[in-house]
């Protein structure tokens, strides 16, 4: 009996990515369903009531408030972060200056070691982006991956979704 506990629990381990997956878009589905059927019940023409078409509609509202979001976001936070490492030879150098305000601060408070450390540690993450880079790139490309997952099974999930309550109403 133990020995079965400890096997469904790394079962269980090994799939809790994808387990989550699920539970969020289980409950993805549960918070559309209602706008699903509303938007559905409001279709003119022969297509009212397809949920099908409110899913769909109700998904390209989504996606395009999401594309807008990230439209928004991504540019200024790509021009900041260049103009920043572009911006940080400068700053150490302003930090060892010992005629700028915060030269004579670092100075004051015996900070020269600290920045010296800051300096290094800079100029070695530096060397080191392109690693960083790839790395990041494939978490991003992973959560992606598992948006659309979600994306997905959340579709099918509000379009089967009364048939699923009807069969375990007749069971």
């Given at each position: ?28 589905s ?8 509303a938007?559905?019940?409001?279709i ?21 408030l ?8 991504v ?23 010992e ?25 070695s ?28 099974l ?18």
């Amino acid at each position: 009996l133990i020995t079965f506990s400890f096997i469904g629990l790394l079962a269980i381990r090994q799939a809790s990515h994808a387990l989550t997956l699920l539970f969020i878009a289980f409950f993805l589905s549960l918070a559309l369903n209602a706008p699903v059927h509303a938007l559905s019940q409001a279709i003119p023409g022969k297509r009212r009531g397809s949920r099908t078409l409110a899913t769909a509609l109700s998904f390209f509202i989504i996606i395009s408030l999401l594309i807008g979001f990230l439209a928004s976001i991504v540019p200024p936070l790509v021009k900041q972060t260049s103009s920043f490492l572009n911006e940080v030879p400068a700053l150490v150098e302003q930090l060892r200056d010992e005629s700028s305000s915060t030269g004579s601060f670092v100075r004051k408070y015996k900070l020269e070691d600290q920045v010296d450390k800051l300096s290094t540690q800079l100029s070695s993450r530096l060397k080191n982006l392109s690693g960083s880079a790839v790395s990041t790139l494939t978490r991003v490309g992973s959560s992606i991956f598992s948006s659309l997952t979600v994306l997905v099974l959340t579709f099918m999930m509000l379009i089967e979704g009364p048939r699923w309550i009807a069969f375990a109403r007749r069971l």
